[in-house]
């Protein structure tokens, strides 16, 4: 059976750094591209960074420059690492799998989703 597990959330300071997991089983992540999504409650879910199966990356503008996606094929896991966060970046955070491109994050070509990691920034 098909699944993604996200790990890593938590509650966080203002400025201080998380990082995200996406770990799957029974498929591999290679040939595919990975998103990460969020949703706060009485809110759209939104994508914020996607990467694709050779390597491009691209972010919401909400988050670039403090955001970093990226891979391990070896682990079968893909990464979220977040720096300087904010309270606003407070929501569960999924990732989904699609194939190939983040060309983008429309959710009918993400087929498979994680349960989804609560992060909340907050002093």
């Known amino acids: 059976q098909l699944q993604l597990v996200e790990s890593g959330g938590g509650l966080v300071q203002p400025g201080g750094p998380l990082r995200l997991s996406c770990a799957a089983s029974v498929f591999t992540l290679v040939s595919h591209a990975i998103g990460w999504f969020r949703q706060d409650p009485g809110k759209e879910r939104e994508g914020v960074s996607c990467i694709s199966s050779g390597g491009s990356t691209k972010y919401a503008d909400s988050v670039k420059g403090r955001f970093t996606i990226y891979r391990d094929n070896a682990k079968n896991t893909v990464y979220l690492q977040m720096n300087s966060l904010k309270p606003e970046d407070t929501a569960i955070y999924y990732c989904?799998?699609?194939?190939?491109?983040?060309?983008?994050?429309?959710?009918?070509?993400?087929?498979?989703w994680g349960q989804g990691t609560q992060v909340t920034v907050s002093s």
């Open positions: 989904a799998v699609r194939n190939v491109y983040c060309s983008t994050y429309a959710e009918r070509y993400f087929g498979y």
